[in-house]
C-alpha cells in the first residue's frame, strides 16, 4: 500500500469511528424509504454507507442524482450498470426538487427559500456553518449543479447565510 493511500485509509477509518455510535447505545431508526421500484436497489447498494434520511435530504433531479450516483461509483460503491436506471428513476420520482417557489425580491432569504430550499432541507444548510467566502465557494458550486442563482443574488444569499449559519467557533 502506497503511503498516500495507508494515510487516506487511516483518515478515513478515524473518521468512521468519531462518527459510529457506541455499542452500548440506542440509535434513533431512520425513517423509512418509500415504496416503489428501485426501493431494494437503494437499501442494498446506498444504505450500506448512508442513512435513509442524508439520501431524503438531497432533493435532487434526475440529471443531478444521476452524477450524484456517478460520483459515488467514482468512491467506492458497488452498482452493476443493469441497475443503474432504476436507482436514479426511484431517487428522483421520490427525492427531487420541490417546486420553484417565485419571489420578487432578490434579498438573501428569499433567495435561500426560492433557489435553496427548493433541493435543500434547512438541516442539510444548518449543518454546513460557512464564512461569507465560504459560503459564495458553496453557492457558485451549486450554480454549476444547476442552481438559478444570479451573480447578484450570489452575493446577497452568501451574506445572509454567514449571518444565519456562521462558522462555529
Same mark, same amino acid.
Given at each position: ?8 485509509? =487511516?483518515?478515513a477509518?478515524?473518521c ?13 431508526p ?10 431494494? =436497489?437503494?437499501?442494498?447498494r ?8 442524508? =439520501? ?13 450516483l456517478?460520483?459515488? =461509483?467514482r ?8 441497475d ?10 421520490h ?16 433567495v435561500?427559500?426560492r433557489?435553496?430550499?427548493?433541493c435543500?432541507g434547512?438541516d ?6 460557512l464564512?461569507?467566502a ?5 453557492v457558485?458550486?451549486m450554480?454549476?449543479?444547476g ?6 443574488? !450570489?452575493?446577497?444569499l452568501?451574506r445572509?447565510l454567514? !449571518? ?6
Open positions: 500500500m502506497t503511503r498516500h493511500a495507508r494515510a487516506c485509509a =487511516i483518515a477509518l478515524t468512521l469511528a468519531a462518527v459510529a455510535p457506541s455499542a452500548g447505545h440506542a440509535q434513533a431512520a425513517a423509512p424509504l418509500p415504496d416503489g421500484p428501485g426501493r431494494a =436497489i437503494v437499501e442494498a446506498c444504505l450500506v454507507c448512508h442513512d435513509a434520511d442524508i =439520501i431524503a435530504g438531497q432533493r435532487l433531479s434526475e440529471a443531478g442524482w444521476g452524477r450524484e456517478d460520483k459515488m =461509483i468512491w467506492g460503491a458497488r452498482v452493476p450498470d443493469s443503474r436506471a432504476t436507482l436514479v428513476a426511484y431517487l428522483s420520482a427525492f427531487a426538487p420541490a417546486p420553484a417557489v417565485s419571489h420578487e425580491s432578490a434579498g438573501g432569504e428569499a435561500f427559500q433557489a435553496c430550499g427548493t435543500h434547512e442539510i444548510v444548518a449543518g454546513q456553518r464564512s461569507e465560504g459560503w459564495t465557494r458553496e457558485d458550486k450554480v454549476r449543479w442552481a438559478r442563482v444570479d451573480a447578484a443574488e !450570489t452575493a446577497a452568501a445572509y454567514a !449571518t444565519r449559519f456562521p462558522p462555529r467557533r
